[in-house]
């Protein structure tokens, strides 16, 4: 159970975004629960409460007990659950790095949509902390604006709301925890994952623009946690080209973006203002296309890859790379994107070096690939992948140089 402890205490309406139970102890279903939280130093609350001297600061100790609660609460209960007081709460000592904080809650009384809750807090037997707990249960239906037009063939998940004017058609299988905005429309053979967010005017899963379309069965499919925002455009695939679009999770997509059919993006993606795919072009992880640049169809645009502003992109982006301009060029590596993403140095030295065989050597290509796969300072996951991305394009890869691009290599 413990690998499923965030989904299950997504439950838990504007809980602290930071899971405080480690494990359970022991459990009566529907009565009782003990689970336990190692509390260990580097815990981001330490930094600043209090620097020198670290504490579990008292609230969190309640925000712990009514995590465990709602791990009890939901067995039985299908909604969120919400923490609506805290009664007679006593703290009785610190509580600090290196402890291990034992949590029992056990529910009481019910009235209604209302449950009592003792909980107590402790070390090695001792009592640092008690309190009764109040919490609700929440009605998990969803919630549909009386003006949106929702197809009774549609599958709605807990928790979404739908706003006004919205049009959700038949075959659509929403998320839960979903959001809807209004006006915006959401059509043909479309499932969309939890927690994403479809702005006012958003127009998702309707027919591709393909003049070779007739009408078959496609289909558009979805990730968790991803951002539609207002106006932006999603079809679904073609039979031609293997009959669906496809998206990752926690992916953002700002106003006007336009993802055409048969595309398939990655993960943790980036699109600007008027971003546009042509249709059956590949995304991968982690990518930025910048505000109003287009990719041409069945290119490629490899993961950490950044596509600056207004750029035109015709052949496959490189990976891990900078590709700018109408055509786009190579501005050299992605260093600060790769940074951002948690990359060492080490890992950023390599591909610089293998950059520099590709873009700053007067070797052609292949010349180039061979030097790079022969070099045992770069032999690695990431150059790998670089290696292999340029050796599986169809269309080609951007390895013309930008007018800047053996300072952009060094930067």
Request: charged letters at 25%; one cysteine or more.
């Amino acid at each position: 159970m413990t690998a499923g402890f965030p989904r299950v205490l997504d439950r838990l309406r504007d809980r602290y975004p930071s899971l405080l139970v480690d494990r359970i102890d022991e459990h009566e279903p529907g009565r009782r629960m003990a689970a336990i939280k190692n509390v260990t130093v580097n815990e981001e609350f330490f930094q600043g409460h209090y620097p020198g001297t670290p504490l579990l600061p008292a609230v969190l100790t309640i925000e712990a007990l009514a995590q465990v609660a709602t791990l009890l609460l939901v067995e039985r209960h299908p909604g969120q659950v919400s923490l609506r007081g805290v009664n007679r709460a006593k703290f009785r000592r610190q509580v600090v790095p290196g402890d291990r904080l034992r949590l029992d809650v056990t529910l009481g009384e019910r009235r209604g949509p209302l449950v009592f809750a003792d909980g107590v807090a402790s070390v090695n037997g001792q009592t640092v902390a008690e309190a009764q707990l109040l919490l609700a249960t929440l009605d998990a239906s969803p919630a549909v604006d009386p003006s949106a037009r929702v197809h009774p063939d549609a599958r709605i998940g807990e928790g979404t709301v739908i706003g006004p004017f919205a049009v959700i058609g038949p075959m659509v299988v929403l998320g839960r925890d979903c959001r809807v905005g209004a006006s915006a429309v959401i059509d043909g053979n479309t499932r969309i994952g939890d927690g994403t967010e479809i702005f006012p005017f958003a127009s998702i899963g309707l027919p591709p623009q393909d003049l070779k379309y007739r009408g078959e069965d496609t289909r558009l499919t979805i990730g968790r946690r991803n951002i539609f925002r207002e106006f932006v455009t999603v079809h679904r695939g073609t039979a031609g080209g293997g009959g669906e679009t496809s998206i990752g999770d926690e992916n953002l997509f700002m106003a006007y973006a336009h993802v055409a059919h048969d595309c398939h993006i990655g993960h943790h993606t980036i699109f600007g203002n008027a971003a546009t795919l042509g249709g059956h072009v590949s995304v991968g992880d982690y990518a930025t296309i910048s505000a109003y640049s287009g990719v041409h169809q069945f290119c490629r645009v490899g993961r950490h890859a950044f596509i600056g502003g207004y750029s035109v992109v015709t052949k496959d982006a490189l990976p891990f790379a900078k590709s700018v301009g109408n055509r786009a060029r190579v501005f050299g590596l992605n260093k600060i994107g790769l940074l951002r993403r948690g990359f060492t140095e080490e890992r950023v030295g390599q591909l610089k070096r293998a950059y520099r065989y590709l873009l700053q050597s007067k070797l052609n290509t292949s010349q180039a690939l061979q030097q790079i796969e022969q070099d045992p300072t770069l032999a690695s996951e990431d150059v790998a992948h670089l290696v292999d991305f340029i050796r599986t394009a169809t269309r080609g890869v951007i390895l013309r140089r930008g007018r800047r691009s053996d300072d952009a290599v060094d930067d």
